[in-house]
């Protein structure tokens, strides 16, 4: 797995390295709303399996992990630690909100759905 650091600020000239053949990119607009693009460059057996790899480890703690160790050594690097810190407590916030909402979601699919089905009395 390689992270790539887009908070380098090198422009010394890197190896050039292989096409990408698939890629899952997250942003944010100023609205807030978000936005996920995926790309593919065919629907050939590398890039399905490549696709598949990135799908299977968004939720992996280790993604999740190394991408805030990343974070955290450009912030600190830049002189922003105080900037760090919020982020990472807005995140975790950000987190939990989310957390509440997908299970409000999920009780509220479950009280629709009747303990007893009326096909089951027959």
């Given at each position: 797995m390689k992270f790539l650091n887009i908070f380098n600020k090198n422009k010394e000239q890197a190896p050039e390295e292989p096409a990408t053949i698939?890629?899952?990119t997250y942003s944010i607009d100023e609205s807030g709303e978000m936005?996920?693009?995926i790309n593919i460059e065919d629907f050939k057996e590398a890039?399905?399996?490549?696709?598949s790899s990135l799908i299977a480890i968004l939720a992996t703690p280790k993604s999740q992990i190394v991408t805030i160790d990343m974070i955290k050594r450009s912030f600190i690097k830049e002189g922003m630690d105080q900037e760090y810190l919020k982020l990472i407590k807005d995140a975790a916030?950000?987190?939990?909100?989310y957390l509440k909402d997908s299970e409000d979601q999920e009780e509220d699919i479950n009280q629709d759905q009747p303990?007893?089905?009326p096909s089951d009395m027959f």
């Open positions: 698939a890629a899952i936005f996920i693009d890039p399905l399996d490549g696709l916030c950000k987190a939990s909100e303990y007893i089905k």
